[in-house]
C-alpha cells in the first residue's frame, strides 16, 4: 500500500502545474484547478490560507469528502486512512465502517487460503479464490455468497464515505 502526503506534490512547486512520477505512477497537479490526477485516478484538491499569506493544500479524500493531507492505497483507489481502515488498532469499528466488512470479506478468503494477501492492497471481488480440492461445492458456494454479500456492504458503506 503506498503512502502520499500533500507535501510530497505541492512542496516542490515553483508554479501552479507539475507533471511526474510518484512511486511509478504519472501524476499531474493544476493548484489552479485544484486537481491532481495519479494514474487514472481523480483527486480533488482544496487549499486553506496558511500564515503569512501562503496555502494549505490538501487532498479531498475520494472516499469520504474531507480535507486530508495523507492518503493511503492503491492508484484507482487511494483513500484517507479512515477510509483505508488503517486506523482500525485504535478505532472502535462498528458494523457502518466499510474496512469492517472489508475484514469480514478477507476472512471467507482466508477460509480457503489461509495465507492469501490482497495482491492489490485491498480485498477485491476478483480475488475469490477457486475452490480447493478438499472442499465441497455445497461449502465453496456457501463462502463465495458469504463474500460477496460482505464484499456488497463494504461497497456501499465506502460510496457513502464510510
Ligand atoms: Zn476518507
Given at each position: 500500500?503506498?503512502?502520499?502526503?500533500?507535501?510530497?506534490?505541492?512542496?516542490?512547486?515553483?508554479?501552479?502545474?507539475?507533471?511526474?512520477?510518484?512511486?511509478?505512477?504519472?501524476?499531474?497537479i493544476d493548484l489552479e484547478a485544484e486537481s491532481l490526477?495519479?494514474?487514472?485516478?481523480?483527486?480533488p484538491l482544496e487549499s486553506?490560507?496558511?500564515?503569512?499569506?501562503?496555502?494549505?493544500w490538501y487532498?479531498i479524500?475520494?472516499?469520504?469528502?474531507?480535507?486530508?493531507?495523507?492518503?493511503?492505497?492503491?492508484?484507482?483507489?487511494?483513500?484517507?486512512?479512515?477510509?483505508?481502515?488503517?486506523?482500525?488498532?485504535?478505532?472502535?469499528?462498528?458494523?457502518?465502517?466499510?474496512?469492517?466488512?472489508?475484514?469480514?470479506?478477507?476472512?471467507?478468503?482466508?477460509?480457503?487460503?489461509?495465507?492469501?494477501?490482497?495482491?492489490?492492497?485491498?480485498?477485491?471481488?476478483?480475488?475469490?479464490?477457486?475452490?480447493?480440492?478438499?472442499?465441497?461445492?455445497?461449502?465453496?458456494?456457501?463462502?463465495?455468497?458469504?463474500?460477496?454479500?460482505?464484499?456488497?456492504?463494504?461497497?456501499?458503506?465506502?460510496?457513502?464515505?464510510?
Open positions: 500500500m503506498m503512502k502520499l502526503t500533500i507535501e510530497q506534490f505541492v512542496g516542490m512547486m515553483d508554479s501552479s502545474r507539475a507533471k511526474g512520477m510518484s512511486e511509478g505512477e504519472p501524476f499531474e490526477y495519479l494514474g487514472s485516478q481523480y483527486i486553506r490560507p496558511a500564515n503569512y499569506g501562503g496555502k494549505q487532498f479524500c475520494p472516499g469520504c469528502d474531507t480535507k486530508r493531507r495523507v492518503l493511503y492505497g492503491v492508484v484507482g483507489f487511494m483513500a484517507c486512512g479512515e477510509c483505508q481502515g488503517i486506523y482500525k488498532q485504535t478505532r472502535n469499528r462498528t458494523k457502518t465502517d466499510c474496512g469492517y466488512w472489508w475484514d469480514m470479506a478477507l476472512k471467507e478468503i482466508r477460509k480457503l487460503d489461509p495465507n492469501f494477501k490482497p495482491p492489490k492492497g485491498y480485498v477485491d471481488y476478483d480475488d475469490f479464490p477457486k475452490r480447493p480440492k478438499w472442499m465441497r461445492w455445497p461449502d465453496y458456494l456457501k463462502r463465495w455468497r458469504k463474500f460477496h454479500k460482505y464484499m456488497d456492504k463494504a461497497h456501499t458503506l465506502w460510496l457513502r464515505g464510510w
